[in-house]
């Protein structure tokens, strides 16, 4: 018994440190989707897939659900001992599936969100890596020229000359860096591990950054976009699938981080387990835009929503990737202004005192 416990905690930590990416299981889902239309036993299927898949915490997962299966357990069962890896909504989708007989269908369309979703993330990586490398650049210019230049060029100054206000700034900035630079190294690596830490334990700052996230312009639009897709996206599955409206909502509620979000979502299932409208739970919200609102009305009168959900997924898709376009267009000039500014700053830091001097020297 300890033997298998040790067993199974060196392969928790194997899976840890080669956990599989997005990219993995969208092909695992994709390959698995081809082998159901070839109808290939589920069995058969993972084995062959399992030879050829290269990474190797997609083995051991593999490996696992295998035994499962072999003991007479359901894909969806056995993917339940990996719900790090697969979401809760996915399992639930592949179980829905598995009793309708469309698990082909329902594993194309998971590959192909997550090969979307994979896409979106490399979308949103690239918008915020040139702003960040140049911010850090610009800082680390900064802080060289306070450190080691302007100490120098102060020396060149004759004691007690009179010195601009911007001049005494950056010194005084320059004798701050050089008395408390390692306080300052310590806070600017703790600052974002307290900030998490707060985040995740403390849920007053929570609730009050998730709202101020949703407030602050530009960003707010991005937000809401991605969680309207996400919505509309698993809301337009679950329907598909025939899974419960509760069912869905309670994967949604796992899944959105936002609590506004979250909260919302907890509520509209709490509702319809009160037996009352979700559209009618849904209205007057600002977190949700009053389209897809109509959307739910016309979906509880008419009883066939799916394909018109998965039509508003694409258009906030369509939308999250314009808004993407749009920001990193817009970044780079206001950049350029933040640039210009500090290089400004220090250049008429430097300049103004020597003009005053040479001017008083030419008298």
């Known amino acids: 018994m300890v033997v298998q416990q040790k067993k199974w905690a060196l392969e928790e930590l194997f899976l840890k440190l080669n956990k599989p990416k997005m990219e993995n299981k969208a092909i ?99 918008a915020m890596m040139y702003p960040m490398v140049v911010i850090s650049v610009a800082i680390i210019a900064v802080i060289i020229l306070l450190v080691q230049v302007i100490p120098n060029i102060i020396k060149v ?38 900030f998490s830490i707060i985040y995740k334990k403390v849920l007053p700052f929570k609730i009050y950054v998730d709202k ?26 679950s329907f598909e699938s025939w899974l419960s409206p509760i069912v869905a909502l309670e994967q949604i509620s796992r899944i959105f981080q936002n609590y506004h979000y979250r909260k919302k979502v907890q509520d509209v299932k709490k509702d319809i387990e009160l037996w009352l409208e979700m559209a009618e739970s849904f209205e007057w919200s600002w977190l ?18 799916w394909e018109v959900l998965w039509k508003m997924a694409n258009f906030y898709r369509e939308e999250l990737d314009v808004k993407l376009e749009w920001i990193t267009k817009v970044i780079e000039p206001i950049l350029m202004v933040f640039v210009a500014w500090v290089i400004w700053t220090i250049v008429a830091a430097i300049f103004l005192p020597m003009v005053t001097l040479i001017w008083a020297l030419s008298k």
């Open 157 to 194: 100054f004759p004691p007690g000359v009179e010195l601009p206000w911007i001049t005494k700034f950056v010194i005084a900035s320059s004798d701050y860096i050089q008395n408390n630079y390692m306080k300052i190294i310590i806070f600017l690596i703790s600052l974002p591990i307290i």
């Open 28 to 126: 695992f889902f994709k390959l698995l989707a081809v082998t159901q239309n070839a109808w290939l036993w589920i069995r058969d299927a993972l084995i062959t897939i399992r030879k050829a898949e290269p990474h190797p915490g997609m083995q051991v997962i593999l490996k696992n659900v295998i035994k499962q299966i072999n003991e007479w357990e359901s894909l969806s069962e056995s993917l339940v001992n990996s719900s790090d890896i697969f979401s809760i909504s996915e399992i639930e989708l592949i179980r829905s599936a598995e009793q309708m007989g469309k698990l082909p269908e329902i594993l194309e369309n998971l590959a192909e969100e997550l090969e979307k979703s994979e896409i979106l993330k490399k979308k949103i990586r690239s």
């Open 288 to 305: 949700f835009n009053p389209i897809l609102i109509q959307i739910l009305w016309i979906w509880e009168e008419s009883g066939n929503i």
């Open 212 to 237: 101020a996230i949703l407030k602050v312009p530009v960003i707010w639009q991005m937000v809401k976009l991605f969680y309207r897709y996400k919505f509309s996206k698993i809301m337009s599955d």
